[in-house]
């Protein structure tokens, strides 16, 4: 009778340090969960939800341990798996946290999550055929058959191959019409097709059937910040960080949407945060070298690049904000093999042509320049930076009033967004 009572106690316990948890209140869920192991140090469901707890407090080591512990005493629990592949991932061992997830994708219930988790870091490192094999063998898998087509969606998109990636989404939205994530992936396949407003109904729905995701919350953030409303997308991206300070990407989000609104500083704030959680995080690395250009900060730019060279030399990105910085430096030759590079891996990154436009200016080749920031506004046709070069370009063509017309709107719409972000008169609500 008293080990019932004890164990009646304990998972009286466990309960409470799931609601404390739920209310993110996790010291105090800490606290609960130790007593429970006190009480009982058996009891798996107490082990498990102390990892997510540790995990929540961004403390993967201990995370790590009481995953351990639990698959100890159960060595199915699929969320112990799962959690303990996510950790190694917060931790950079990619390839361990692979043998994790592959763990949990053999237990019923959690080989959905695990998939779509191995896959994000197959995608990340750039084995997009991998992950394509892992979508199809899902596929192969009629229960699984909608995560098989979500990944084989965002495999496809690492390949480029955007209007099949854009197939494959619509397959996973039909066969799983509830499903948040797939709802994400079609809006992302519709992003790389620049058909931004079916984005972003897209996304915005996958928000409304999940609302607590704060990864979808932050990619809605995203897509407004594409089409040029970052400020309306910061409130969700950094109260999404916020709500998970152990996440990288979500930080490197708030920090990319305030880069937009120029505001540089605050930028490199949230973005050094990213790094600091995640040091080999390839698109914070490359925005932070971004930020440090505009500053004029250029030794510590080129620095930056450098720490992900090794592993971001297969983006365009990373090679369009290598070549600005070079034309920045007055290194135009440089610069111009960097924009080549940048434009050869992706013929439809904005941005490197964007890079392009700068360097045919500060050449003084002015009508090319105008033809470059066109295409690049073809492209994305809301990016306030293209807009500043095709201005800049049409003054160097003498062409002052359509010049002064273009920087207005820009200057117009910039100040809009501003008024609108600070407008509960607080200078330091964006800060890291």
């Given at each position: ?29 800490l ?14 469901e ?18 790590l ?56 870091i ?49 397959k ?5 019409p ?17 058909r ?30 594409a ?50 959680l ?6 914070a ?21 450098g ?5 971001a ?120």
């Open positions: 009778m008293a080990d019932k009572h004890v164990h009646t106690a304990a998972m009286d316990l466990i309960a409470r340090g799931k609601d404390l948890g739920l209310e993110r209140r996790y010291p105090e869920a606290i609960a969960l130790r007593e429970a192991l006190q009480l009982s140090p058996t009891l798996v107490a082990w498990v939800y102390l990892a997510l707890t540790h995990y929540r407090l961004n403390e993967y080591i201990e995370c341990g009481a995953c351990d512990e639990a698959l100890k005493y159960d060595a199915a629990r699929g969320m112990a798996w799962n959690l303990r592949g996510i950790a190694l991932a917060s931790l950079g061992r990619d390839e361990e946290a692979l043998d994790a997830y592959a763990h949990a994708m053999r237990i019923p219930q959690w080989d959905l999550t695990a998939a779509q988790n191995a896959s994000l197959l995608c990340g490192q750039g084995r997009f055929d991998e992950a394509q094999r892992l979508g199809d063998d899902l596929i192969r898998g009629n229960r699984l058959a909608a995560a098989g087509w979500i990944i084989r969606s965002r495999a496809l998109r690492g390949l480029k191959r955007h209007e099949q990636s854009h197939e494959a989404a619509l996973g939205v039909g066969l799983a509830a499903n948040a994530v797939a709802w994400a992936e079609l809006g992302r396949s519709l992003y790389f097709l620049r931004f407003d079916a984005c972003l109904e897209a996304s915005q729905h996958g928000v409304e059937l999940d609302p607590d995701d704060p990864e979808l919350s932050s990619w809605v953030g995203v897509v407004l910040v089409v040029g409303r970052p400020a309306e997308a910061l409130p969700r991206m950094a109260q999404a960080a916020k709500d998970n300070p152990a996440d990288a990407g979500l930080a490197n989000n708030v920090g990319f949407a305030l880069l937009c609104l120029r505001r540089f500083d605050e930028a490199l704030g949230w973005i050094d945060r990213a790094l600091a995640r040091p080999q995080h390839r698109d690395a490359i925005n932070r070298a971004y930020v440090l250009m505009r500053l004029e900060r250029y030794d510590e730019a080129d620095a930056s690049l720490t992900t060279e090794a592993t030399s297969d983006q365009s990105a990373f090679w369009a904000t290598k070549g600005a910085l070079h034309t920045h430096r007055g290194q135009y030759d440089n610069a111009l093999a960097a924009i080549k590079k940048a434009t050869e891996l992706d013929q439809n990154n904005a941005s490197a042509w964007g890079s392009m436009a700068e360097l045919l200016i500060a050449l003084q080749d002015f009508e090319k320049a105008l033809g470059v920031a066109q295409h690049g506004l073809e492209l994305r046709p809301h990016d306030w930076d293209l807009m500043d070069l095709s201005a800049a370009a049409l003054r160097g063509l003498g062409r002052d009033t359509e010049a002064d017309e273009i920087k207005g709107a820009v200057q117009t719409r910039l100040a809009e967004q501003i008024a609108l972000l600070d407008q509960d008169g607080s200078s330091h609500r964006w800060e890291a």
